[in-house]
């Protein structure tokens, strides 16, 4: 395995950032997540900033600042990789780089660490900052690897059939949209599209009525591979860089009438909320968990397949979605959870991912993104969306303070967390992914058209 245990994972270490030690929090010295940020409301240039606590070490600075006159080679090809405003760079250098900079940073930041005099002037609340997404992202696919969400979802639709042939064979994904992916805070306009209801026999152009959130992992592709030469199994994780939360909000009613014979379209390419920290591939080796099929699966084809998948091909990831509607907010309540799930639940590991989807001899590229699909557990209550959680919008979920919900409202905030925790290690965390939605924008459909769709729902 590429990614081995090392002193930067052991648990003992503690950081002269205070707040680092606290337990629980998301971004202990183990951790080392990257984003990119800049001082809230400045005009500010964007830049590579690394979690340490409640506080973001700005590395830019730090390298300004002498932090890094004594690292070696490798190390200095890699600070100095991080002072554009996008992670592509560091990225493209592969994982000696990436490994190199996280051991530097890790003694660093370390509580015995003389550095912490002069890097007490390049560090910036988190709470003090702005985010944005950390690297340009030149592909983004979607993929599918839960099970339990993709037979749930069939079951609905297909209700004999509701896996399709192909799913325990092929990983599925579809290629997504770029642009529209934004970071946590943002704010989504409820899309609009053709809608077309049962009873009738024309659709209609109207705001969807069915708006839902999916729980998602996503995976950053690091370094990439030229055209035509396909990513062997055992070489795929080298290519991942990290992993951060993701939110594919979707249009089930734009959805359903848009979706054959190509996928979906519209349904998808409004909005994609990403977290803002990326926790690289190497914070999460202690995590790592066996892939293993059902008896009766058949097993993955030899290209998907090998000895590591199976031993530590799967990722312990904690996930889960909260909801705070707009009374909510007002009323001062905290978002309430709505379901609650883990990455290790999925079908497909992420070498596995990348293998398959360069197989073709499709090239990827430093930065691409993938979404892992929903991620819904076993349970009714692990399912990774409201289409699931209110069997189709058939079963209203009823929250604490008596608001009924079967997709997403205009007001609501959805908030997805992840973190990873095993005994004898850190608890890292993903921080989260957060969005409110909006009313649609710049709608010209007549009030009534939209009360008839809203009648629906
Ligand atoms: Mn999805």
Aim: proline share 6%; hydrophobic share 40%; aromatic share 8%.
């Amino acid at each position: 395995m590429i990614h081995k245990l090392n002193e930067t994972h052991d648990v003992r270490l503690r950081s002269w950032i205070e707040s680092a030690n606290a337990p629980g929090h998301d971004f202990p010295i183990q951790n080392l997540p990257y984003g990119v940020f800049r001082r809230r409301g400045s005009i500010e240039d964007f830049r590579i900033g690394v979690a340490i606590g409640a506080q973001i070490l700005d590395l830019r600075k730090a390298y300004a600042a002498g932090a890094f006159d004594d690292a070696d080679v490798l190390t200095l090809s890699a600070i100095e990789a991080c002072r554009g405003a996008s992670l592509n760079a560091l990225m493209e250098l592969g994982t000696e780089a990436w490994q190199a900079l996280r051991l530097a940073l890790s003694r660093l930041l370390r509580d015995s660490s003389p550095a912490q005099v002069t890097l007490r002037q390049s560090l910036l609340p988190q709470d003090e900052a702005e985010f944005t997404v950390p690297m340009q992202i030149g592909d983004y696919t979607d993929f599918y690897t839960s099970i339990h969400h993709a037979t749930a979802v069939g079951k609905l639709f297909r209700p004999d059939a509701p896996l399709l042939p192909n799913y325990k064979w092929v990983p599925i994904g579809y290629h997504g949209r770029v642009s529209s992916i934004g970071t946590s805070g943002m704010a989504v306009h409820r899309p609009m599209g053709q809608i077309k209801s049962p009873e009738r026999d024309a659709p209609v152009l109207a705001p969807s009525a069915r708006l839902d959130f999916e729980l998602e992992i996503g995976i950053v592709i690091g370094s990439g591979n030229a055209l035509g030469e396909p990513v062997a199994i055992d070489a795929a994780e080298s290519k991942i860089f990290g992993l951060c939360l993701l939110n594919d909000w979707s249009a089930r009613d734009i959805q359903s009438w848009e979706y054959q014979p190509l996928g979906p379209f519209l349904s998808k390419n409004f909005a994609t909320t990403i977290s803002p920290w990326i926790v690289t591939l190497d914070a999460l080796t202690p995590y790592r968990t066996p892939m293993t099929r059902p008896e009766g699966d058949p097993a993955p084809l030899a290209y998907l397949d090998a000895p590591e998948v199976r031993t530590c091909g799967g990722l312990d990831i904690d996930l889960e979605v909260l909801i705070e509607t707009a009374r909510m907010r007002e009323e001062g309540a905290s978002p309430e959870r709505i379901s609650r799930s883990n990455f290790r639940h999925s079908y497909w590991s992420v070498a596995q991912l990348v293998t398959h989807h360069t197989a073709s001899g499709c090239n990827l590229r430093a930065g691409d993104l993938f979404g892992s699909g929903t991620q819904s557990g076993p349970q009714p209550s692990e399912a990774g969306s409201l289409l699931e959680l209110s069997l189709g919008g058939r079963k209203p979920l009823v929250l604490s303070n008596g608001e009924h919900r079967t997709f997403v409202d205009d007001g609501d905030a959805i908030v997805l967390r992840a973190w990873a925790e095993k005994a004898g290690f850190a608890r890292v965390g993903f921080g989260e992914a957060r969005a409110t939605l909006m009313a649609a924008a710049g709608s010209a459909v007549p009030a009534a058209t939209q009360a008839e769709t809203e009648g629906k729902r």
